[in-house]
Nanobody, 118 residues
């Protein structure tokens, strides 16, 4: 089992920045990737960014050039640095991890709200 705890959401003005953190615990040696999804009100959950165990990064087109995902392996933490935030970035952001032992499993954090508004 992998447990994920997010922090860092809040209210920010358009053009501002926020930093989200996700700390993993449990069977962290089985983790293959970690990342972030988001879900805006009335919309489906969508991928924002993820980073694999070998360091490969992927971003949604809507956040490329504005968001950066990084990993602190020693602290088992993934950070999403969000710059140039737009009102359309407003959503609940969920940390996500995949692990593999004999099969793939997914794990989710509880979510943290990001509101971009003036």
């Amino acid at each position: 089992q992998v447990q994920l705890v997010e922090s860092g959401g809040g209210l920010v003005q358009p053009g501002g920045s926020l930093r989200l953190s996700c700390a993993a615990s449990g069977t962290i040696g089985t983790i293959r990737s970690m990342g972030w999804y988001r879900q805006a009100s009335g919309k489906e959950r969508e991928l924002v960014a993820f980073i694999t165990r070998d360091g490969s990064r992927n971003y949604a087109d809507s956040v490329k050039g504005r968001f950066t995902i990084s990993r602190d392996g020693a602290a088992n933490t993934v950070v999403l640095q969000m710059n140039s935030l737009k009102p359309e970035d407003t959503a609940v952001y969920y940390c996500h991890a995949t692990s593999y032992v004999s099969s793939y499993r997914e794990f989710w954090g509880q979510g943290t709200l990001v509101t971009v508004s003036s």
